[in-house]
């Protein structure tokens, strides 16, 4: 393998190579321009498309495309080569300044929730100089947001960069009054932990379900799953590693911090960690970690698998959003220090955060709801659909000594006995992982722990960004006015604790008990997408987003539209699937099964009347009554479809769908997966469960 050093970012235009490659005065109204966040001058543009061009060729680049996110939730590209012709029939290349600013794709096919007619095909998109232009598969990928003709966000990535923009701004008003003039940036940064399963792909090509949907519609449990835990942190497997090897070494050439890989819970699943970066970068580096990862697996005859719960019976995959926030002074506004009572200014900024996520329950739970994530969340291996926090014992206990007034007496930290005295005692830390919480503390930073595996971080930052810099513009409403900031600082951080701790809790959130309490402290629980969609246009919301003009009204209706469509999109898909499967392939399978098993009987007797035949007898009974069964499931599964096209709006199509089809689809598959236990091995043309999370090598 390459030097690491050397190899990091070498495929990256990052900002070592515009110091090398840019004139000093072009490169410095460059920097100039992404730190005030102003339009970048086509005379600029030009000068830096010239010189990342000529970087790209070097590297062996022939095209160019302007790389972005759609609201698909993966990345959209379209090339096209740096050749232009000449007089004499011969070709330059050539990339203009006009070429890298702006594109503009073909919109008219991408989801828009109903914001512009499909014949309305013009889109743009406008390059984010935020994040750096990088080369992949031979083409220079230029990092941008995307947009309608008349100007709305088509795009997760636009979103995102105006929510940094307004918690930069309401965080730099808090840290001014408390007499921080030198910091000029607040960012926030991420370091989201990548949960997938590895499958070799010979088995995955005989699974329509996976192929379609990304997830086995149909299984039955293997005897041996999870139960041993032998996975988890296991040894890899040959294959698993030189797939985690050539991966590392393509997301360093790409400037992607990947830091930790292991084997996690469930047989053939496994998670990959990078260092924190800011939300915007975060955000592209994961779009690109996903993407490469299916890439990658294929050429080692693998399948990466990133939907939420890929098998039943064993555990799903997520993916942690551990966030917080810095200053351009390289202080961590959500660093405890060693005496955090007394540290006003986290307190403070813990106190919004806290205030932040009670307040707006909903809108985290719509930015983690799926299809795919509703099997995951709540199945204890996940956090439950109720929105909580965990703060740990000692921050738990300053802030009820504030609610209280009563004095905090900081217990020396205890000193964790490791068992073995030729290693060292160190401090034990204040706060426990607490791996049942939403939403944890875990030292300087928040663990979101609710995202699916296949999802944008984009959607949960934008939220987590725009509701912790509302509570912090409230909060800078009233401080600013202040004429004894100090009291009036202690009243209303206290005030803002007395007011949400509800949402505070430390125990384990999987137990029926916090379900009962969380309903008597007033918590939501939507337990499904459907259930929690209708809140993202609650008037409280609108008037959020466009307060801090994340989105406008009318491209706050297109997503709920985009939401509710998807998910009674995916759900219609895997109920086709469903019947796809079951009538060209289980339905012959168990009657060749049956056929058999008769003929077996029928020639015992003909040899020999005495014959017994009471096994080949009471399978072809109990098949008999599963496939009359199945029949009968089959066809209300095929009627409640053509039934779930007569509803009137569609957030009741979705209901339909949750309430009525997706339970037939659970009821059809109870059938099949009994029958997968009794039809014999040969006769079953679908691979198992157990060969599937078991053949990797």
């Known amino acids: ?46 000068i830096v498309a010239a010189a990342m061009k000529d970087w790209a060729i070097e590297k062996g680049a022939t095209h160019f495309t302007h790389w972005f996110q759609p609201m698909t939730g993966i990345t959209a590209e379209k090339h096209e080569s740096f050749i ?46 935020t994040s750096y ?36 701004k309401q965080a730099l008003r808090i840290l001014k009054l408390f007499g921080n003039s030198d910091v000029k940036r607040v960012t926030t940064t991420v370091g989201p932990e990548q949960e997938y399963f590895l499958i070799d792909k010979q088995l995955y090509e005989k699974r329509p379900d996976l192929i379609y949907c990304g997830r086995t519609l149909f299984g039955a449990k293997p005897p041996k799953g999870q139960e041993l835990e032998d996975h988890y942190f296991g040894a890899l497997k040959p294959r698993v590693s030189a797939f985690m090897k050539e991966l590392n070494e393509e ?38 970690t996903m993407e490469l990862m299916k890439t990658i697996a294929n050429k080692y005859n693998l399948v990466c698998l990133l939907h939420e719960k890929p098998f039943a019976g064993v555990n799903g995959s997520g993916k942690h959003n551990n966030w917080s926030m810095s200053t351009d002074t390289g202080v961590n506004l959500l660093e405890p220090g060693e005496t955090p009572h007394e540290n006003a200014q986290f307190l ?55 609610e209280t007034d009563t004095e905090f007496n900081q217990k020396e930290r205890s000193q964790m006995e490791i068992g073995a005295t030729v290693i060292p005692h160190f401090p034990k830390d204040t706060t426990d992982r607490n791996r ?20 944008s971080i984009s959607d949960s930052n934008v939220v987590l960004n725009t509701i912790v810099a509302e509570t912090l513009s409230r909060f800078a409403d009233i401080l600013e006015k202040s004429n004894n900031f100090n009291d009036d600082l202690n009243a209303l951080i206290k005030q803002t604790i007395n007011n949400h701790n509800r949402i505070i ?20 629980n939507l337990k499904s997408t459907v259930d929690a969609l209708p809140y993202f246009i609650s008037d409280k919301n609108i ?3 466009t307060k801090h003009n994340i989105f406008s009204e009318s491209e706050i209706h297109s997503r709920y539209e985009i939401m509710v469509e998807g998910y009674s999109k995916v759900i219609h898909i895997e109920a086709l699937t469903m019947l796809d499967m079951v009538k060209r392939s289980i339905i012959p399978s168990v009657l060749s099964y049956v056929k058999d098993l008769s003929e077996t009987a029928n020639n015992k007797k003909a040899l020999n009347a005495q014959l017994n035949c009471q096994l080949e007898e009471s399978l072809i009974r109990t098949i008999s009554n599963l496939s009359a069964s199945l029949y009968r499931r089959m066809e209300d599964l095929d009627n409640t479809l053509l039934e779930a096209k007569n509803q009137d709006t569609s957030l009741a199509t979705a209901k339909y769908y949750r309430e009525t089809v997706y339970i037939n689809m659970q009821s059809l598959r109870s059938v099949v997966d009994e029958l997968e236990t009794i039809v014999g091995k040969k006769y079953w043309v679908f691979p198992t469960y157990g060969e599937l999370l078991f053949s990797v090598n």
Not at 8 to 21: I, L, R, T
């Open 251 to 288: 997301l360093w050439k790409l400037g992607i911090f990947a830091k930790t890989q292991h084997n996690e819970v469930a047989p053939a699943q496994h998670e990959l960690a990078p260092i924190f970066t800011t939300s915007n970068v975060a955000a592209d580096h994961n779009q690109l």
């Open 1 to 46: 393998m390459n030097n690491v050093p050397n190899l990091f970012g070498s495929m990256v235009f990052n900002d070592d190579v515009m110091k090398q490659k840019l004139p000093k005065e072009i490169y410095r109204e460059l920097k100039r321009t992404v730190k005030e966040h102003k339009s970048l001058n086509l005379d600029v543009a030009k």
């Open 133 to 168: 232009a990088f080369i992949k598969d031979r083409t220079l990928c230029i990092p941008t947001a995307f947009c309608s003709y008349s100007g709305e966000a088509l795009d997760k990535k636009t979103p995102l960069l105006r929510s940094m923009e307004t918690i930069d």
């Open 84 to 129: 232009s012709p000449t007089d004499d029939d011969n070709i330059i290349m050539e990339f203009s300044g006009k070429e890298l600013v702006r594109g503009e794709p073909d919109a008219s096919s991408f989801p828009s929730g109903g914001i512009r007619s499909t014949f309305e095909a013009r889109g743009y998109t406008a390059w984010d100089p």
């Open 348 to 402: 403070l900024f813990l106190s919004s955060i806290i205030k932040a996520v009670d307040d707006y329950q909903d809108l985290l739970r719509i930015s983690v709801a799926s299809a795919g994530n509703d099997h995951r969340l709540g199945a204890n291996e996940a956090p439950p659909a109720i929105i909580s926090m965990f703060l740990g014992d000692e921050l738990t206990a300053i802030l009820k000594s504030i």
């Open 505 to 524: 809790f430390n125990g384990n959130n999987y137990s029926d008990e916090w379900v009962k309490e969380s309903e008597e402290r007033g918590l939501l």
């Open 543 to 545: 008037k959020l987003f």
């Open 436 to 455: 049942t919480s939403p939403f944890a503390f875990t030292g300087s930073k928040f663990e979101f722990r609710m995202l699916g595996s296949s999802f």
